[in-house]
């Protein structure tokens, strides 16, 4: 599985255009960056630290096909550690077919 394309608000843009928004820091740069860091910082899926040094498509993920693609789409944008370097995480549960409730 592999993230095509991401939306904000109604400007529609794949993983190439938002990279090079990053570079060039285009005005809608802010908007990315953000995705970047919840993409890879709301993720239950983590990279093999042994293939750490592999191009990003060839890093062992570990994880489910959704997490995995969100994954490597938010490391293509940004480090994820530099981006989780910009949180703390208070409070975390998973979000799954369990551990949600209806109101």
């Known amino acids: 599985m592999t ?3 991401a939306c904000i608000l109604d400007e529609q843009f ?4 938002a990279r090079e928004a990053l570079v060039t ?3 809608r740069s802010a ?10 910082i709301c993720n239950e899926a983590t990279f093999d630290e042994l293939d750490k040094d592999q191009p990003i498509e060839l ?4 994880g489910d096909a959704t ?3 969100i994954l ?3 490391e293509i944008l940004r480090p994820i550690q530099e981006s989780k370097r910009e949180w703390q995480e ?9 551990t949600k409730h209806s109101t």
């Not at 794949?14 to 255009?17: A, I, P, R, S, T």
């Not at 208070?90 to 369990?98: A, D, E, I, Q």
């Open 3 to 5: 993230v095509v394309n």
């Open 14 to 17: 794949n993983v190439f255009e």
């Open 25 to 27: 820091r285009s005005p």
């Open 31 to 40: 908007g990315i960056k953000q995705i970047a860091a919840i993409a890879g």
């Open 59 to 62: 890093r062992k993920v570990n």
């Open 67 to 69: 997490d995995s693609a």
């Open 72 to 74: 490597r789409f938010a």
């Open 90 to 98: 208070v409070y975390g549960t998973s979000f799954n077919s369990k």
